[in-house]
């Protein structure tokens, strides 16, 4: 019986040390850095990019700062305990990365005044909650002039996370981009309700391949479209969210890269430096929140020439990626000629623009 | 909308495809269950099995060991949870949540240095005459190897349960440890065995996703799947063919409402994302009606002296 219960024991105390291993050390005389992931810091693409900016940090700052990480973390209750438990643990600073951590972000923030939060890519701030997030749209503008010029069957295929604005906006911007310099194109728009999975992803990208698609515009986190872009052959795609450079000598044409280094620097410092205020950061490709991957030379000179051409201009603030004349998809008038979109009907896009086919999920 | 945009015999084609790893999964954790065995770490086992396949596959340039690396691998990590619940007679539910956890670890450690490589491509079993047929040679008989032997590991997993004396003393097992034990059977032997034959088939349908569903490795990269086969495996009320169905049934409304959403139909998307769950739920609910039970031993701790 005894030996039984010491098993037993160690058997619970080995579970708890899987469970409990993640969390290392406080220590209180430095400034602490939480990051909250969606998805694992191996995901290639989103979460990965957040992972470089948090060791950009830690290498920035050295010992006067440490950084902790959970991964993995489920949009919902799941992210109000990591959140809570982060702060419990003395953390100054909360990044937490994913749309839909933002009401979490804010209840956790409530309970604890005197930590600083930082939500990536939502709507709602607090006094000690602010928001960034990066321009995709910019970069999605010079995807969308690449895809209208690669397609030969002119069937764009589109795989979207979560209906929310801000892939919303993604859509709307490759599409008016597509159509201006290919007036044939259309896009076959598929949802898979999930930021990381893979074989879903895989699976999304096979079945708009097989409908005819042969460029592969994606708004998920992993590799896998490109993978089966490359098994299908003979189709494109890009990498989304980071360079995916591995797959450059197969599908991928280009990229969005998100740079979040220089942003996570300075908010630490301003922490450091007790500076820190609640702002709502939107940069794009300008202040290089935005980067874009290296075009490979599977896209012709010209077409090449003409993007990067386009991503000057956007970087320049010469031109607005969303400049009328531009129609809603009920064919409405949204924007007269010449003018831009403001920042906040972007924020809140819950619209197709004109020629684009399906419903939004509501 | 354009339905004509979905050619019915790729779908059935990549069905078969988008159900093997689920399948191979819920029917190796059938058999542990039929033991009496509740493992909770299909989805630790899968990851772990794909992680193995895929290093495997690419140190040798060889898919076939790639999937024997992959069962290996899977059933060594199986084997923890056996030594936790059947010699330290820890509480399976909490050992089998600690196995997924320790697997998708495990796995991403594994996986550091094979972010971004491409597996060599698994042949497609071509056979002269069946692959050429019209529309059935394209459905049936243009796949990999692992959809037949997923196929055919039901079969096997039906008859030996049902016909054979291997069959009967698992299932003896797993209905009544303490009679089984009485008749001189090892039960603690026969549990680690069907444990471990679970780890192997979880850890062929993990390498079935990273080498050829998908392919390639990525962290977490089973995203849900060992626990899809896990309540894939109650809703078949632990019956081979009904598993089979079921994924099947899973695999194929999932690749369909993806067509369905690309081809624009006007069915709400939501209804068409949760489609795959419920479907299979409601199916296998109703077939379920005959009152089929779990084994009544499973779950339970069995030790000699008790």
Known sequence: MKRRQIMTGAATALALVLSGGAWAESHSDKTKVGFVYVGPVGDGGWTYEHNQGRLAVEKEFGDAVETVFVENVPEGADAERVMTQMALEGADLIFTTSFGYMDPTINVAKKFPKVKFEHATGYKTAPNVSTYSARFYEGRAVQGTIAGHMTESNVVGYIGSFPIPEVIRGINAAYIHAKKVNPDVTFKIVWAYTWFDPAKEADAAKVLIEQGADVILQHTDSTAPLAAAAAAGNVIGFGQASDMAEFADGPRVSSIIDNWAPYYIQRTKAVIDGTWESAMTWDGIGPGMVGIGEITDKVPAEVKAEALALKDSIASGDYHPFTGPLKKQDGSDWLAEGETADDGTLAGMNFYVEGIEGDIPQ | ?306
């Open chain 2, 1 to 306: 909308m354009d339905l004509s945009a979905i050619n019915p015999a790729l779908l059935l084609a990549s069905l078969m495809v988008a159900a093997t790893p689920i399948l191979l999964a819920a029917i190796g954790e059938l058999v542990t269950e039929k033991s009496g065995v509740l493992n909770l770490g299909v989805e630790g086992m899968m990851i772990t099995g794909a992680i193995c396949g895929f290093a495997a596959t690419i140190e040798t340039g060889s898919p076939a060991i790639g999937f024997v690396a992959a069962a290996v691998g899977g059933a060594l990590l199986s084997l923890l949870f056996a030594f936790l619940t059947q010699f330290a007679l820890a509480n399976q539910v909490a050992s089998g949540l600690a196995l997924t956890l320790f697997g998708l670890g495990l796995s991403s450690l594994l996986g550091q240095d094979y972010v971004g490589l491409k597996p060599p491509s698994t042949p497609q079993l071509d056979i002269p005459i069946l692959s050429d047929l019209p529309v059935l040679g394209q459905i049936l008989f243009r796949h990999d190897m692992m959809v037949y032997f997923a196929l055919a590991l039901v079969a096997a997993v039906w008859a030996a349960l049902k016909f054979t004396r291997v069959g009967l003393i698992l299932r003896a097992v797993g209905e009544s440890h303490d009679a089984a034990h009485a008749l001189g059977y090892k039960v603690v032997r026969i549990r680690v065995l069907a444990i471990m034959f679970g780890g192997a088939c979880a850890g062929l349908g993990g390498a079935y996703i990273s080498l050829i569903r998908v392919p390639q490795w990525t962290e977490g990269m089973t995203a849900g799947a060992g626990w899809i086969a896990l309540a894939l495996v109650v809703f078949a009320s632990w019956k081979p063919w009904r598993v089979l169905l079921g994924a099947y049934l899973f695999g194929g409304v999932t690749v369909l409402q993806l067509n369905l959403q690309a081809a624009g139909l006007a069915i709400p998307v939501e209804y068409l994302s949760m489609s795959p769950y419920l479907i299979t739920i409601l199916v296998l609910v109703i077939m379920s009606s005959d009152r089929s039970k779990a084994p009544a031993s499973l779950g339970r701790i069995f030790h000699a002296s008790q």
